[in-house]
């Protein structure tokens, strides 16, 4: 029958079956175990506390035998050692890549020690500087709108400055200029008259006898009503400039015999420049520097001077310049400049030595001053093994002595520059790429106030050999990029007021000139 007991520990009564009197139970709510005795209800019960206890999950009490020992955990089965590695040998070429390494972390290693030493030495030596960091970034130079000298004279032009490809001057009884404008399919040559500023007439190229794009080196005559081009093809045309009627054609030098396929073939010979002298007359340069006058419209040689010089020449402003009267032709010589007269062919001068060099290598760019008393040219010289040098050379015209010699490193080489006397001792070189030339004083120096060519972020260009003897040059207003044909005044005063400013930019605008 079932027998009450309780845990002597909690006092938790419990019932137990008989055959569970005087064994070993274990309590439910404090999982201590006793020894189960009735000897009734007097009967004393023994506590005997267990050191190996371990706590149960809670569950319902069931009364088992607590002297039965834990099976044994197990084992995991033991394995054999692995066996030992053979040690590997280092090669030669393992240890020259290992000593090669080593040499190279030394190197950086005392390369940087080395640097950081200099550092610190730097720095107990000198005191540190304070550097100031803006907090606006400093945008390009632009005007700031102050005309610093006023315009001379303007005439619009009626189109884009971008359409503007050349400017040809009559002579000063004419007073007329000749603007080529448009591209290769609406190509315009018209005339202006300077001292009125009026359109005389305006003639469509592409609709006349002038082929699209034949056009290599063009001459308005004196009195500008005819001017005188020639083609690649060594072809030279006399065509009018008031209804673009054409009034001559010739090939002033035969195509010369070259090898080809089959035999000897003709090649064309090309031409350097083409000048009317007089409304009769047409001088030809070919590129050895053969000189050639000839009758118009007849076209008839009048006479004939051979190349004085060993090197040829094929660009029209890079070795030959002639002077604003028309009557004295400058051609380089390899040394120097030959000055021949137009009228006869015959020699005037020789330019002297070039002091300070002995060689002059190449010519960029030849102009006569307006008044023909000198002549100035960018060439690049040596002396000796020295490096050569870029410069600007001038020498006096009726003697041929050399004057000065001024760096110019900063302008740009093209076949197309340019030179343009302001005044009678300044000068300004462009072409049709750069925009940007400094103000240069002849015959020594210095360079001064950098000229940018046309309104900001506006392309200009230099217009020289006026028959006026003015600086004249193409170029927009500030509030519009339509071409005006543009004179100013000289700018001896301007140059005089503003000496204490040599790195200040000027631009040249059609509103005048413009800081």
Known sequence: MPVQVECPGCLTPHTLADEQVG???????????????STGKDAALKIEPMADAVPVSEEPFVAMPVDVPPPPLPRRPERDPPPPRAKKK???ERVALLVTAVFTVFLICGAAGAVAFRVWQE??????IQRYVPSVVIKEER??????????KRIPLDCPVADVEDVFFSDEAAHVAAVLKGGDFNSLLDRYDLVTGQRLSSVALNAGPVRVGTIQHLSLSLDGTRFAYNDP???VFIVSAENSIETA?????????GPGRGGPMLSPQRIARIDLITEARLLTVNPTGDIDLWDVPQMKPVFHVPARRERAFSDVGSGSALSHDRKTLAIFNGDGFDLSSTGDGLLIQKTGQVAKFNTIHTVHGTAFSPDGKRLAA????SKGNL???????SWEVATGQFQGAISVPHVQLALESRLAWWGMEYLLTGDKVSVTTPVITLPNGPRSHNIQLGYWKQRGFLAPNSPDGRFWYVAGSKNDATAFLTTVDPPDDLMRGAANRPDQTWWLTADGVVK
């Open 123 to 128: 720095s107990r030596r000198t005191p540190p």
């Open 387 to 393: 490096a050569a040098e870029q410069m600007l050379i």
């Open 233 to 235: 093809d060594g072809n």
């Open 378 to 381: 960018i060439v690049t010289a």
């Open 249 to 257: 054609r010739f090939r002033p030098y035969p195509p010369r015999r």
């Open 23 to 37: 064994t070993r139970v274990r309590c439910t709510s404090c999982l201590q175990t006793f020894l189960a005795e």
């Open 90 to 92: 280092m090669g030669a």
């Open 143 to 152: 005007p700031i709108d102050v005309v610093v000298q006023p315009i001379f």
